[in-house]
């Protein structure tokens, strides 16, 4: 497993931050309005000019939407992909079998489209649960994928969106085997986000040469250092998924772990993925600050874990932090109710990179000056909880008005 903050990542990655899934050599990606919403884009396309090899990661909510079982049962069977469909405003979700014919009926109609196997295509929804799809404008988008006026990706990046308030994607770039190596990622999500996969989508693409084993290792450690550390507000989708592909089109040598040049293209995916996780968690709905709570001391990762979720996922902590209030007891019951293996006279905490806490005991500390630094969009929170060495972090935000107002309305 390769730590990103222990690399010197100017030396090893050139970073696009306009770049994203179509960066990587042979991925065209797309969208336009299909008629699902009243104005904006909501229908996209993800396509490679060669199969590519293919894996995913898909939320732990009992109640899986039929276009992320079509898409599992397809990747499980095949192990490829050569396209990826997007459409926002309708989740498909709590809709039974028409809801899983109308996913397959949209799968047989961009491979028609394509001229590519059913199964190489892959399906993800976004939206509101309960309501099927309206299938004439389903089959209107099919129609218009790879149309030139919108393979544009950055209409891509726009068609995923919900209540997001901006679009999350980037590329970088690495040398392997002389060959330059790209992965780029596109991603959604703002609320209904929780650890263990949320109301998000991910989208990784690359054109490394890499076997499938290797490929689902990669997205999977991934994944638990990334999209499964982010907190909004506790609550965890039915519908969302990464997707990941990659076709080979760098030319570099197969990649895997015996590779000299393995930890390289580790890195560089863990980045992307870093990087997707934490822009929909400071993309919370009404968010105004992205907290990052990193946690040391524990036993091991799994504890870990949980503490540095726990801090992120405390409402109190949330909107303290909104309100800009230096209250780090907040911070403290979080930690305290997160493990049984945390050790009271061993826990020191800072807050805003002050000390507020030490062995379990209260510190004195400048209180303007930590009120001044939780004015800031980006507060850390740190937390030693033992002599372990097991250590996480995990990533969440404020929780503010905003996102009642936007919730309470979300239908309307």
Same mark, same amino acid.
């Given at each position: 497993m390769i730590d990103i903050e222990t690399i010197d990542t100017l030396n090893q990655l050139n970073i696009d931050l306009q770049g994203d899934?179509?960066?990587?050599? #042979?991925?065209?990606?797309?969208?336009?309005?299909?008629?699902?919403?009243?104005?904006k884009k909501d229908f996209g396309w993800i396509y490679s000019t060669t199969e590519a090899t293919a894996t995913g990661v898909y939320?732990?909510?009992?109640?899986?939407?039929?276009?992320?079982?079509?898409?599992?049962?397809?990747?499980?069977?095949?192990? !490829?992909?050569? +396209?990826i469909v997007v459409n926002s405003a309708n989740a498909n979700s709590c809709t039974g079998e028409k809801g899983m014919q109308d996913a397959l009926d949209t799968q047989a109609w961009v491979a028609e489209h394509l001229n590519i196997e059913q199964q190489n295509v892959g399906v993800a929804s976004t939206g509101v649960v309960g309501a099927f799809l309206p299938m004439d404008k389903i089959h209107y988008g099919t129609q218009h994928i790879l149309k030139e006026e919108y393979n544009n990706s950055k209409f891509f990046n726009q068609a995923?969106? !919900?209540?997001d308030t901006a679009t999350k994607h980037l590329s /970088?770039?690495?040398?392997?085997?002389?060959?330059? /190596?790209?992965?780029?990622?596109?991603?959604? #999500?703002?609320?209904?986000?929780?650890?263990?996969?949320a109301t998000m989508l991910g989208f990784i693409t690359t054109d490394a040469n890499i076997d499938e084993d290797t490929l689902d290792y990669c997205l999977k450690q991934a994944t638990d250092q990334s999209f499964n550390m982010?907190?909004?507000?506790?609550?965890?989708?039915?519908?969302?998924?990464?997707?990941?592909?990659?076709?080979?089109?760098?030319?570099?040598? @197969?990649?895997?772990?015996?590779?000299?040049?393995?930890?390289?293209? /580790?890195?560089?995916?863990?980045?992307?993925?870093?990087?997707? +996780?934490?822009?929909?968690? @400071?993309?919370?709905?009404?968010?105004?600050?992205?907290?990052?709570?990193? /946690?040391?001391?524990?036993?091991?990762?799994?504890? +870990?874990?949980?503490?540095?979720?726990?801090?992120?996922?405390?409402?109190?902590?949330?909107?303290?932090?909104h309100g800009e209030d230096a209250n780090f007891g907040?911070?403290?019951?979080?930690? #305290?109710? +997160?493990?049984?293996?945390?050790?009271?006279?061993?826990?020191?905490?800072?807050?805003?990179?002050?000390?507020?806490?030490?062995?379990?005991?209260h510190l004195e500390f400048d209180e303007e000056l930590l009120k001044e630094r939780l004015t800031e969009d980006n507060i850390v929170i740190e937390a030693s909880v033992g002599n372990g060495d097991g250590e996480a972090a995990a990533y969440g935000c404020d929780l503010s008005y905003e996102y009642v107002r936007i919730n309470a309305s979300y239908r309307t």
């Open positions: 899934v179509s960066s990587p050599l #042979g991925y065209i990606a797309g969208g336009f309005h299909a008629g699902l919403r009243r104005k939320t732990l909510n009992r109640f899986k939407a039929a276009p992320l079982k079509i898409t599992e049962d397809s990747i499980n069977v095949n192990k !490829t992909l050569q +396209a995923i969106l !919900t209540t /970088v770039q690495v040398e392997i085997d002389g060959k330059t /190596v790209t992965v780029g990622g596109s991603a959604k #999500g703002s609320g209904m986000i929780h650890p263990n996969m982010i907190t909004v507000d506790g609550d965890t989708s039915t519908n969302d998924m990464v997707l990941c592909m990659a076709n080979g089109q760098a030319n570099n040598s @197969k990649i895997d772990a015996l590779h000299p040049e393995w930890h390289k293209f /580790v890195y560089a995916f863990n980045f992307v993925s870093q990087y997707l +996780a934490k822009s929909i968690a @400071k993309d919370g709905e009404g968010a105004t600050k992205l907290v990052t709570a990193k /946690v040391t001391g524990a036993p091991n990762v799994k504890e +870990a874990k949980k503490i540095a979720k726990s801090i992120v996922s405390s409402n109190l902590v949330k909107t303290a932090i907040r911070i403290v019951n979080a930690i #305290g109710y +997160a493990s049984q293996f945390v050790e009271p006279n061993e826990t020191n905490v800072s807050f805003c990179q002050l000390p507020v806490l030490e062995q379990g005991i």
